[in-house]
């Protein structure tokens, strides 16, 4: 890979220990995948936030680091929300270390904002064409295919690398020739807001890494693309995929898939809640103000009778005090920093209901509880059900 004379110096250490550690894994991963170059981002998505995850080595490795990112970059969700965690049950012992993750990360420079959508809270990070360093899953998605941006999906210590660079490897999703479609996908139903999450669930399961192209009865809405980007990305490792009438076709000989309702339905049926839902978690990936408005109005006048969490950015919880407050006002909680996936609280449940494809493909897995799959009306009803 060439290196300009100042990224040469950096990787020696000529500029610092930090530099050169954060120079070494973006050489290490140019020279992996036959990157030519680094490129310069507009902004980075650091994973590996919550200490659930990373534990006591993470939080050595970053507390180790000196000096500042180089570009705006903010955090993922962390284990928990970083002040009402004791609403959560999570213990002293791991909000201390939590905190401390967080602190590591603000003495770098980088942002605490805990998100996975870092694209609603501040649409300055990302804009059409600009390369970025992201990670989470879900916003990779969503910058690569609805915003029109480029960005690999970044490990923990490769964003931060990239962040202190201000540079990522020019490699994968970076170069138009793994931009192509690789799928056809035909969606013959008339959708509803909640079949984009079990949508996503199917595809990703059937196209694994591949770039589907769709073509639907009408034009998505964002929270839409959302959800359906989310779950591709869980159930598969799906990074872009192509959803406008004038997005680019997949090649001749492209894999073709149809979908119909009734395949969204048999999937549906099989991920029913059956009665023993003991908490019921939306916003997955992290509510939008639209969102948090639905909910509000689905809970107007009611009370909720088992625990229903609804994780959504700190600063989109700030700019709808009077929705937090209505939610609020039937026992709800609005958790923001973190989600059902990555926080420990979520450990001491058996069956988590969801309104997500992306929840509904990891809970089982990462929170080892079952799951199940409906609408945000069916998630308040499950909720508020007595009995
Ligand atoms: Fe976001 Fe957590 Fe879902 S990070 S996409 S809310 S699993």
């Given at each position: 890979m060439h290196l300009s004379r100042e990224e040469e110096r950096a990787y020696q250490g000529e500029l610092g220990e930090s530099l050169r550690k954060a120079m070494e894994i973006l050489v290490a991963l140019g020279e992996i995948y036959g990157a030519d170059q680094l490129i310069p981002i507009r902004s980075v998505q650091v994973a590996g936030v919550s200490f659930k995850t990373i534990g006591e080595a993470g939080l050595e490795w970053i507390s180790d680091l000196r000096g500042k990112v180089a570009v705006p970059a903010v955090l993922n969700p962390?284990?928990?929300?970083?002040?009402?965690w004791r609403e959560m049950k999570i213990g002293e012992n791991f909000a201390k270390k939590q905190l401390k993750v967080v602190e590591a990360y603000r003495r770098l420079g980088?942002?605490?904002?805990?998100?996975?959508?870092?694209y609603q809270i501040r649409p300055e990070l990302a804009r059409r064409d600009d390369h970025l360093a992201w990670s989470e899953s879900s916003a990779v998605s969503f910058a690569n295919s609805v915003i029109g941006a480029r960005t690999n999906r970044e490990g923990g210590p490769s964003a931060l690398a990239a962040a202190l660079v201000g540079k990522t490897p020019r490699y994968g999703y970076h170069?138009?020739?793994?931009?192509?479609?690789?799928h056809k996908i035909a969606v013959d139903a008339d959708l509803e807001p909640s079949d984009y999450g079990i949508l996503g669930f199917i595809v990703g399961r059937e196209v694994g890494e591949g770039v589907p192209r769709f073509r639907f009865r009408r034009r998505p809405e964002v929270d839409e693309l959302k959800a359906l980007g989310a779950a591709m990305a869980a159930s598969g490792s799906v990074a872009l995929y192509y959803f406008d009438e004038d997005a680019p076709d997949a090649p001749k000989g492209a894999e073709e898939i149809a979908l119909t309702a009734e395949d969204l339905r048999a999937v549906r049926e099989e991920n029913?809640?059956?009665?023993?839902?003991d908490i019921v978690a939306v916003g997955c990936p992290h509510s939008s103000p639209n969102e948090l408005e639905e909910l509000a109005r689905l809970l107007e006048g009611k009370r909720v009778e088992r625990e229903l969490w609804i994780c959504t950015a700190r600063r989109i919880a700030e700019r709808c005090p009077r929705l937090v407050e209505k939610i609020e006002r039937s026992g709800a909680r609005v958790f923001c920093d973190t989600c059902m996936v990555v926080?420990?609280?979520?450990?001491?449940?058996?069956k988590m209901m969801v309104n997500s494809g992306k929840a509904l493909a990891y809970v089982p897995g990462l929170c080892k509880m079952r799951a199940a799959y409906g609408s945000a009306a069916e998630c308040v009803e499950a909720a508020t059900r007595r009995g």
């Open positions: 962390a284990g928990m929300d970083l002040a009402r980088v942002s605490p904002d805990c998100t996975c959508t870092p170069l138009e020739e793994n931009r192509i479609p690789t029913a809640p059956d009665g023993d839902v926080s420990p609280a979520s450990d001491r449940y058996n």
